[in-house]
């Protein structure tokens, strides 16, 4: 249930606050440019299926961190120490993800999935503390 609630919640986001600024943001930029923009339908909704899978699919990854740390594979302190290194893999899938190449949408991949990494460590850290609360309680 955690990943379809966080997919859909990726989704939402996309349609109600980037789909429409991005949009915005396209029309803008070729109309100061000369460009005619013309999106048929089948763009159209080709170009809002691809933000709505990439954001559904970015929002899965404090599930995704979740699941490595409660397999055994990285301890809780991992997403910290690495911080870094995630923030730069962040921005390369957000230019990745983004069908249009331009890097504010990448931007509006990657802010959010930093955030949800910041979400995830944090609730892996707080968990951590509380196993070892725990722990030092019983006999």
């Known amino acids: 249930m955690p990943a379809v609630g966080l997919f859909i919640v990726g989704c939402i986001f996309s349609y109600n606050y ?9 029309y803008r930029y070729g109309e100061s440019a000369g460009l005619v923009t013309f999106l048929n ?28 740390t409660g397999a055994g594979i990285v301890e809780s302190d991992f997403w910290r120490k690495n911080i870094r290194y995630a923030i730069v893999i962040i921005v390369i899938f957000g230019a990745a993800v ?3 190449g331009s890097g504010v949408t990448m931007w509006f991949v990657a802010g959010p999935m930093i955030g949800l990494y910041l979400a995830g460590m944090v609730i892996l850290e707080h968990k ?5 609360r725990l722990n030092a309680k019983s006999p």
Do not use: C, H, R
Not at 18 to 26: A, G
Not at 41 to 68: H, I, K, T
Not at 128 to 132: F, G, L, M, S
């Open 18 to 26: 980037v789909i429409p600024y991005i949009l915005d943001f396209l």
């Open 41 to 68: 339908v089948m763009d159209f909704v080709s170009f809002v299926l691809q933000f709505l899978l990439a954001f559904g699919l970015s929002f899965q990854l404090p599930l995704v961190m979740y699941a490595v």
């Open 98 to 100: 983004t069908p249009d």
């Open 128 to 132: 951590k503390t509380k196993n070892e």
